[in-house]
């Protein structure tokens, strides 16, 4: 069995000349919630459509559970359960009967699963409540417990958290972590707030303008945004020079023309200030700060969320 359930090389998308994605290469091991993370338009949808088979590649190569080729991909989707398409929910039906039907289309024999799957999804006790009547989580909800119901391995969720309150994005968080830990669940979950998605992905794809340009695990994120000194000057190529040669920083990086980076050494914010100041470089502002992880993201992507 192979450890990776999904893995694409250079997969591309193209509507007419515009690339929605862009020779994406992703892996994603067995047991990971992967975040996919982009500005709305930076081509998370369009990736998931690839994977799901909504719509083709126009290049590149696709590898789901460890197998290539037509029909093995086409095996290995039906065990991916998926909320790209907005799924057929019936307003005049409850919880129950929606799911129902969904149970009898899959083919899934245990009529149990519908219990079991609106317990997960905390639907339990909606009782005879159309859906035309549920708050939008609980359609949420309701659209995640279709796509449980064929009891996928892997499930593909598009922005899940659109539109709720901040309870309902907690409560969506939690729920994505009980899927994965206690029906051990691949996920890839897309989102363009990396903040939201924190404390749940256990690895991230950041997409821009359809193309991949970083991967990374919580841990290397967490690294990667620590503390640090942020120091605002009008010369930061002369002040990284400086403070290689006399504190020996590596870890050190302009982020502007006018601003600098240090990730060591933080508690010399002090001796930095003055080595500065003594060689004529106009320190406007030295301080240790915590980079927001949205803002390690906007600036990765260069961008303003619009
Ligand atoms: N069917 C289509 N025909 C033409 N262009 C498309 C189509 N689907 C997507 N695109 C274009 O591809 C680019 C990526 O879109 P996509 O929906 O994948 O992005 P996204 O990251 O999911 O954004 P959003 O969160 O806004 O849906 C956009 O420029 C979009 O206009």
């Known amino acids: 069995m192979s450890e990776y359930v999904l893995r694409t090389r250079d ?32 081509g998370k949808t369009s990736f998931m459509r690839v994977v799901c088979g909504l719509v083709s590649p126009s290049s590149g190569e696709l590898e789901l559970f460890g197998q290539t080729g037509e029909k093995e991909l086409q095996r290995g989707r039906r065990r991916i359960g998926q909320s790209i398409e907005t799924p057929a929910i019936y307003p005049n039906l409850t919880a129950v009967q929606n799911l129902e039907i969904q149970r009898i289309i899959s083919g899934v024999p245990d009529k149990n699963a519908i219990t079991k799957t609106l317990e997960i999804v905390g639907l339990a006790d909606t009782g005879n409540k159309k859906a035309k009547n549920f708050s939008l ?26 539109g709720l309150d901040p309870r309902g994005i907690i409560e ?10 206690e029906r051990g669940l691949t996920l890839l ?32 994120l967490a690294l990667e945004s620590r503390q640090h000194i942020r120091i605002i000057t009008k010369d930061a190529a002369k002040a990284i020079a400086l403070l290689k040669e006399n504190f020996g920083v590596t870890d050190c990086q302009a982020v502007s023309a006018n601003e600098l980076w240090v990730r060591e050494q933080i508690e010399r914010t ?21 980079q927001k992880l949205e803002e390690y993201f906007l600036n990765l992507t260069g961008g303003m969320n619009t």
């Open 137 to 162: 989580g609980m359609r949420q909800r309701l659209a995640l417990a279709i796509a449980l119901i064929p009891n996928p391995e892997f499930l593909i969720l598009d922005e899940p958290a659109n």
């Open 270 to 290: 002090g001796e930095m200030n003055t080595l500065l100041v003594r060689h004529g470089i106009v320190v406007e502002s030295i301080a240790v700060t915590e």
């Open 189 to 220: 979950v897309s989102s363009h707030l990396l903040d939201e998605l924190a404390q749940v992905a256990t690895h991230y794809g950041i997409i821009d303008k359809g193309r991949l340009i970083k991967q990374l695990s919580a841990d290397e």
């Open 172 to 181: 969506t968080r939690e729920l994505l972590r009980r899927l994965a830990r």
């Open 11 to 42: 997969i591309s998308k193209k509507y007419g000349g515009a690339y929605a994605i862009n020779n994406v290469s992703i892996e994603i091991k067995r047991g990971q919630i992967y975040g996919l993370i982009g500005l709305n338009g930076a």
